[in-house]
């Protein structure tokens, strides 16, 4: 099998032996004979060879200092080395091989055995070339797949989030905006060096999207207990809390069915902390302080702030200074009196978020999600 005319380069000090050996290659190859390692370096900043011939005793830089500084460099150090000695003893091949030459051959040259051990190396880095190309575009096949099974995963979330969202009388949007909120606020934490450590650990994308399914429970609720016009009968309440845990208990269902864990580890504890206090008087663990994650604190800011601006059936909208001021008053109560310090002074961008999409329909933020998505 052969590999086709390659670039060679053959370093040697001695005239005779550069012209020798080119003789003997030059039908097959193209060679380029040079006296030195530093001409040799000269020449490879025009090209990168297919191979290098080199010699191992020559004046100012030997062979082994060449090699080393060979490997030293990315560009150079895949390119092959076949040492040529005069004299060969075991321990000077060893430390050559053990340098990275891939093979040894002896002056003088027979040209038969120089071709053939040629060929063979030659044919080695070319499959080695190969196997790296296909390892690559192996690479960018399993990305681009993944990025597409995580658009479908995320546009089938999106969907049942909305789906959750219909059967509620919320004002639209409700779900899209809370992400919004949340990602600001996870950006000011970092912006502010505020819980750099538990947010560092965080890939923010999944953190966002993965509050989509805060209340994908709701799907267990009745529509009369949902949707009614007014104030929940203590019996009433209790059904509406058993939506945090019906949430966790179908995130976890998918978590079964899926090697993907982080996206819905953030859902879960979205799902399940997003109504404990800071004061401990939450539900559904009554969990306190920094025993509730930090996911759940900070969804929760997000999700009160946005029922507090949207209208329900039950109450009027506040405005925007309102519920800033009632977030302001549950400092400490209901919130991290950290988040609420992050929160106050940088709420205008939550105003703005709810200038921008406030008026959206239901249906733009279902497509807006998908595009975010995919
Ligand atoms: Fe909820």
């Not at 020449?43 to 020559?58: A, G, H, K, T, W």
């Not at 994308?205 to 609720?221: E, M, N, R």
Request: glycine share 6%; with cysteine.
């Amino acid at each position: 099998m052969t590999t086709g005319r390659s670039k060679i380069i053959l370093v040697d000090d001695n005239m005779a032996n550069l012209s020798v050996g080119k003789n003997m290659l030059k039908t097959f190859h193209e060679v380029y004979p040079v006296l030195s390692a530093e001409k040799l370096f000269e020449c490879l900043e025009r090209f990168i060879p297919d191979l290098i011939l080199l010699d191992i005793e020559m004046p100012d830089m030997d062979g082994y200092e060449t090699i080393r500084r060979l490997k030293d460099v990315e560009d150079f150090a895949d390119i092959p080395v076949i040492f040529l000695t005069a004299k060969r003893d075991e321990g000077s091949e060893l430390e050559g091989l053990n340098l990275g030459a891939v093979d040894y051959v002896s002056k003088p040259f027979s040209a038969p055995l120089l071709l053939k051990r040629l060929e063979t190396q030659l044919l080695i880095a070319s499959q080695k070339k190969a196997l790296k190309r296909n390892n690559d575009d192996l690479q960018t096949t399993v990305l681009q797949k993944t990025k597409q099974v995580t658009g479908l995963q995320n546009a089938v979330l999106n969907i049942v989030a909305e789906l959750v969202e219909f059967r509620d009388s919320v004002t639209g949007g409700h779900v899209f905006r809370t992400q919004k909120y949340l990602q600001f606020l996870i950006e000011q934490l970092v912006k502010e060096n505020v819980y750099t450590k538990e947010v560092a650990g965080w890939d923010m994308d999944f953190v966002v999207s993965s509050a989509q399914l805060h209340d994908v429970g709701k799907i267990a609720i009745s529509d009369t207990i949902l949707n009614k016009p007014g104030k929940l009968t203590d019996e009433e309440f209790e059904k509406m809390k058993t939506h945090v845990l019906i949430g966790v208990d179908a995130i976890e269902r998918i978590e079964a069915t899926t090697a993907e864990h982080e996206f819905l580890h953030h859902a879960k504890i979205i799902a399940g902390t997003h109504h404990e206090k800071w004061d401990g008087s939450g539900y559904p663990f009554g969990l306190s302080g920094k025993s509730i994650p930090l996911e759940g604190r900070l969804m929760a800011v997000a999700d009160v702030y946005d029922a507090l601006i949207s209208e329900r059936p039950y109450k009027k909208a506040f405005t925007p200074a309102e519920a800033e001021d009632i977030i302001e008053a549950g400092r400490g109560v209901h919130f991290d009196p950290v988040l609420v310090d992050v929160f106050h002074p940088a709420s205008g961008r939550f105003t703005e978020i709810v200038d921008r999409y406030r008026e959206e329909t239901r249906q733009d933020c279902v497509f807006r999600q998908q595009r975010i998505a995919v």
